[in-house]
């Protein structure tokens, strides 16, 4: 079977590397690229260049944001003694997507993963344990994924955070288990977000 030019192929390999892509649609999506005009090109060159150059991390939430604080840590009409504390940043924007939710959050990057090396030194958890202790927190909502990894690190934040005497809830049960937050439907984390529980 005759190989791509050098060019191409080296395009597809680094679509692969894209979580969830494969050879055929890295091939797609470089075919579809050859057909459009420079112009578009370079406008999709530009905006995976200021990727980089103009998205930081929130120092107070871990988001990421091209402001630091991000939007929602900086407004005052926000309740700055609730975090949610979510695994990635989508879980922020499928949350958001909500509307019912008026706090702050934390961005852990990740849950608690033993077996690949993921401890609790990998994740934000150090940042949010400096937010919990400057800045009297009432309560903390845990709204990680209901699968085995997201309930071993709900366990061990409550474990970490009781001490404080702050309210601790994880969403309610309108999430099944092994849902992954970034893929249910707002009416879902609403009703999860509403029927939360303390744990």
């Known amino acids: 079977m005759p190989n791509h030019p050098e060019t191409i ?6 679509f692969n590397k894209l979580p969830g892509i494969g050879d055929k649609t890295s091939e797609r999506f470089v075919f579809y690229l050859l057909k459009q005009p420079k112009t578009e090109l370079e406008k999709l060159g530009l905006a995976i260049e200021h990727l980089k150059d103009k998205i930081k991390i929130c120092s107070l939430c871990q988001n990421f944001s091209e402001k630091d604080p991000c939007p929602i840590c900086g407004d005052k009409n926000r309740d700055q003694r609730t975090i949610c504390v979510v695994a990635e940043p989508s879980d922020v924007i499928s949350l958001e997507k909500t509307g019912e939710y008026k706090g702050v959050y934390h961005v852990l990057y990740g849950v608690l993963k033993p077996i690949e090396g993921i ?4 994740l934000k958890v150090a940042e949010l344990l400096t937010r919990v202790k400057k800045n009297n927190i009432k309560e903390l909502i845990i709204a990680l994924n209901p699968d085995m990894e ?3 690190t709900t366990l061990y934040l409550k474990k970490l955070f009781s001490p404080f005497g702050l309210k601790i809830t994880r969403l309610g049960r309108g999430l099944a288990m092994g849902t992954e937050l970034e893929y249910a439907d ?7 977000l509403a029927g939360r529980k303390e744990i």
């Open 9 to 14: 192929q080296n395009l597809i390999s680094e």
């Open 119 to 122: 401890s609790p030194d990998k």
């Open 186 to 192: 707002e009416i879902t984390l609403a009703s999860a």
């Open 150 to 152: 997201g309930e071993s």
